[in-house]
């Protein structure tokens, strides 16, 4: 027994959501549908974006780039999702599982460090609005955004690497909808500990570090906005933010009740709940905070649609 167990991976078994497999039809159609919402959102924004002058500012450069992480991460994981759904279970490969990490890591801390660079944006906007656009101008948009994504590669590599360095054993069954870092460490058959605590060295500084850093940009902004005298004036300076405070208090609270809350006693189902929290339903909801409360992006909006009326009208 001992022997067998020890048998390289070269494949695993995803097994989806067992306990809802009567459900299946209905899981396939929600989760379709809320895929098919998130690329409409992510791709209105980026189209907005890029083909309006006055959404040409950084602030709505780095929601673009925001967009992007939101489709990479959305897409690796849903459609698969998807088809582990209807056939109430698949195989996938050692090499695919392990593509299918990297790309959902990188996406997810790109977006911790593009969140980071937002808040760095609101910070300035609010704080030394005189100054803004000395400093902020294209070229540290440019640098920053490049930094966000090289950064999080980076870090996903190295992790990537240690994960391929190790002997994965059998059994190959990981219950859950996708390879997610957690269930390739238990089936790690080489000295998890050197993994794991590689793993909470890399991790804990590229969630925890970016969550702090926001922390703080807002406690200056909040306390630049109460020295405002007027309400005018206080309405004006957190409408600036608020898009983005409501970003962040959705993506990290997900992403610390998944991977840096206490795990021991949460059931599977649980655990899965709260990973379709944050790979379905906030890459969902970050285009419907912004569109909903962004004047500047609902103005584009509206004035895009009056343009396509007009043309089909004439």
Known sequence: MLRENQTKVTEFVLLGFPAFNNFKSLLFFIFLLFYIFTLAGNFLIIALVSTNHPLRTPMYFFLSHLSLSDILLTTDIVPNMLYVIMAEGAIISLVGCIAQYFLFAVSASAECFLLTVMSYDRYLAICNSLRYSAIMDFQLCYHMVFWSWFL???????????????????????????????????????????????????????????????????????????????????KKAFSICSSHLAVVCTYYGTLIALYVAPSKGQSLNVKKITTILYTVITPLLNPIIYTLRNKEIRAALWKCISIRLQTYFE
């Open 152 to 234: 999080g590669f980076m870090a996903t590599l190295s992790m990537v690497i240690l994960i391929c360095s190790f002997r994965l054993c059998n059994p190959n069954i990981i219950d859950h909808f996708f390879c997610d870092i957690t269930p390739l460490l238990e089936h790690c058959c080489s000295d998890r500990l050197i993994v794991e605590l590689v793993f909470f060295i890399i991790t804990i500084p590229l969630t925890m570090f970016p969550f702090v850093f926001i922390i703080v940009t807002y406690f200056c902004i909040f306390l630049s906005i109460f020295r405002i005298s007027s309400t005018t004036g206080k």
